[in-house]
């Protein structure tokens, strides 16, 4: 179930040569990779692998030091920065608004790349379906501090389909939620019909939500390709140091990690 209006729009990403460095270290090495359009794309690593710089460059956060990220063959340093917020959306972690507003309230500010002066009423659908595609009708009118951590995440996801972009960048979304929050959150960002990348700590939850992966190693893509086909034993110690088995879902024919 996805927000569908005229503007939403799936797009692809190109990555080429991307690299970044902060404070004179290397942080992401030559990052050549796709997000197929439509597909939900999973970016793996351990702590300090350059996951979540990977997500702000796509996002046009931080800007490579050399290299491009092309969304439908457009380089993204090439359009204006609103154009940019209307096209992709970037949920990063602890994202909190820094007053009590109500979870539509939150929602509205994922409209301000739309606009060009106060809220409009014409933004309202645009609202209405993103809470609806994130199963957040419900709590629409109840303030940010008496939701859950599962249900203000629900929200933000919300909020940045109220962009209407045809990407969605997460930064580990399923981050201090228990199980079945993470379970419906991930359902949900599948059935979106949208162009999804997410980082993910969890490398059994990647295989079962994620069409593609995408493995870092000390800002180094390492592999990339179907769950079933990076997510490897040999691959897996070599990256996080753990001895491990790959079996599969009996249910789902997903990869399940059992480790050592």
């Not at 917020?85 to 301000?112: C, W």
């Not at 203000?152 to 109220?162: H, I, K, T």
């Not at 939500?209 to 086909?229: K, M, Q, S, Y």
């Amino acid at each position: 179930m996805g927000v569908t209006t005229t503007q939403t729009r799936l797009a692809g990403l190109e990555l080429s040569g991307v690299s970044v460095s902060i404070d004179g270290r290397p942080v992401l090495r030559d990052i050549t990779a796709s997000a197929p359009s439509g597909l939900v794309t999973g970016l793996l690593g351990p702590n300090g692998a350059g996951k979540s710089t990977l997500l702000r460059v796509i996002g046009g956060i931080t800007a490579p030091d050399a290299g491009t990220v092309a969304i439908d063959g457009t380089d993204l340093a090439a359009l204006p920065r609103r154009e940019r917020a209307r096209r992709i959306a970037l949920l990063e972690q602890n994202a909190t608004p820094s007053t009590d507003l109500t979870a539509r309230e939150v929602v509205q500010l994922g409209r301000i790349p739309h606009r060009r002066g106060l809220l409009s009423s014409t933004d309202a659908p645009s609202v209405d379906a993103a809470l609806a595609a994130a199963g957040a009708t419900d709590i629409a009118e109840r303030h940010w501090h008496t939701l859950s951590g599962g249900q203000q995440q629900r929200v933000q996801v919300a909020r940045a389909l109220a962009q209407e972009p045809g990407v969605l960048l997460l930064d580990e979304p399923t981050n201090h939620l228990d199980v079945h929050a993470q379970l419906s959150l991930l359902r949900q960002v599948r059935g979106l019909g949208v162009t999804a990348v997410m980082a993910l700590h969890d490398l059994t939850l990647a295989a079962a939500h994620c069409d593609r992966i995408l493995l870092l190693d000390d800002g180094c893509l390492v592999a990339a390709g179907t769950p079933a086909e990076v997510l490897q034993p040999a691959t897996i110690s070599a990256v996080y140091g753990v001895d491990c088995d790959v079996l599969t879902n009996p249910r789902t024919g997903h990869p399940v990690i059992v480790f050592s």
